[in-house]
């Protein structure tokens, strides 16, 4: 399978499918017309229309979180929602913007709401030569469980910012100490939009490397990874292109590390869609 | 001025003022209406409709260079191509494809066809902070001339690759070694759209890190590089910001060099729009 190919798996957004979802003039979420649908009840909360829909309740942030909660309790009851995660994250018009309201990640695809997550390359180096420590997800993860992932990864909750967030996952995921993650490099932005069973799924991923010592191994200590093994980036790359064992976006994360190492090279005629595939313009 | 301004001025291209470029089933331009209007007289090699132009020359490669480039001399001699620049470029469906035909560097915004590019990022660090080798410009260089500039670049003619392209102009613009510049790293790809008074400049560019040793001073061997100054990261991303010094597209290169060294981080508000924007979408 081409690379690029995983990458249209993660872009496989259909805007004829979807509606923008406006709060005042900002433009926060897609929503899938079948999701559109299930809010016209929601008339007080939600306004919606051919084109598009509009957040209609006003407020502060505390108050919209509040009423667009309610609707999302009846979501949930409909199973829309397939579960409250009980951690919420910012909506806003940009990145680092107030929030116009918190959300439950669990209710974020529905809506399609930008999310934002941290991925962080563990990586060791034998002069051209790499590997990656690769998680594989507990079974009982809610999304793709038993997949292969990068050493840490983690959405950004409200009020937490990239950093941060990294620290917090680094630790609790693979057992990096404060001064072992301090040492990671900011890589880049990695963005996708895609449609899944529970709507749409547009999605930011602020990637970062870190090179390990020899004599560090992770062990994740929250239960959602299952174990890691140190691979070569060779074989990664050859299971990215051979198989389904990864995540669907940890794929991206893993060409673009072979990218800004220079291990997918210009002159290799898949290069360029894969270079500029892993980036897509905000809209 | 806020980087991404930089990102934006040189995606000036608007939809509304081109039209598509079709050889068969493949788009391989942008024309300006303006443009367009002038090849009408052409009609034996482009027809031109109200929504695309279409080649209509057949044949080889080399016959279709030989037609297209009767087309050229009518358009130097109108003063809309400013002069032959006697170095020709692949003109290709798609990266890596074989040359539908090649057209001379100096029509090639006329078309508005794709170009290709490497730019080289010399740089020296010592623990987190970087300095850069830049190169100012020769004041007879047709395009930004006295401008500042990566300490390599160069357009990919036809037939040369991007690694062959990089070597050469290292060894011309530079005076890089064959053995230090086999230790650039690949690192991405660049891409943006934009109107100059020319046409369209739809371009790819192929970004490749140096690190230099201590003793190396690049060395200009074919008088299209003025001088060369090692300047800390810092001073050259204040000089982005506040100065027209940089060649336009350089301020790209050197915004993702920050970047991917962790120079701009996440957290900063400016990030995300500077990290998604140097990528542009194919289309």
Redo the contacts between chains.
């Keep these: 399978m081409p690379f690029a190919d995983r990458i249209r798996h993660c872009n496989s957004y259909d805007p004829a499918r979807a509606m923008p979802l406006w709060a005042g003039e900002h433009r926060i979420g897609w929503l899938r017309r079948d999701n559109a649908e299930a809010l016209a009840r929601h008339h007080h909360v939600f306004e919606i229309g051919h084109h598009g829909a509009r957040l209609r309740t006003t407020g502060d942030a505390d108050a919209i979180s509040h009423t667009v909660d309610r609707v999302v309790d009846t979501l949930v009851t409909a199973r829309l929602v397939p579960k409250w995660r009980n951690e919420t994250f910012d909506v806003a018009p940009?990145?680092?913007?107030p929030p116009i309201f918190r959300l439950d990640r669990g209710a974020v695809p529905f809506f399609g709401v930008r999310a934002y997550g941290?991925h962080l390359n563990g990586y060791r180096r034998d002069g051209d030569r790499y590997s990656l420590w690769i998680g594989k997800r507990a079974s009982n993860k809610q999304v793709s469980p038993g997949k292969l992932d990068n050493m840490v990864a983690g959405g950004i909750g409200n009020g937490y910012?990239?950093?941060a967030t990294l620290a917090k996952e680094a630790e609790e995921e693979a057992g990096v100490t404060a001064a072992l993650v301090a040492r990671?490099?900011?890589?880049?932005?990695l963005?996708y939009r895609m449609e899944t069973k529970l709507g749409i799924r547009d999605d930011?991923m602020?990637v970062?490397d870190l090179e390990v010592p020899e004599d560090f191994t992770p062990s994740n200590g929250d239960g959602e990874i299952a174990g890691f093994e140190l691979m070569p980036l060779a074989d990664v790359l050859e299971r990215i292109r051979t198989s389904n064992a990864f995540k669907f976006n940890v794929n991206l994360v893993i060409l673009d590390f072979a990218?800004?190492?220079?291990v997918?090279?210009?002159?290799?005629?898949e290069?360029?869609?894969v270079?500029?595939g892993?980036?897509?313009?905000?809209d």
Tied chains: 1, 2.
Excluded: E
Aim: net charge negative; proline share 5%.
């Design positions: 940009h990145w680092g913007d941290v910012g990239a950093a990671a490099t900011a890589a880049g932005a963005t930011v602020f970062y990218v800004r190492h220079g997918l090279r210009p002159d290799d005629p290069y360029l869609d270079a500029n892993l980036h897509r313009a905000f």
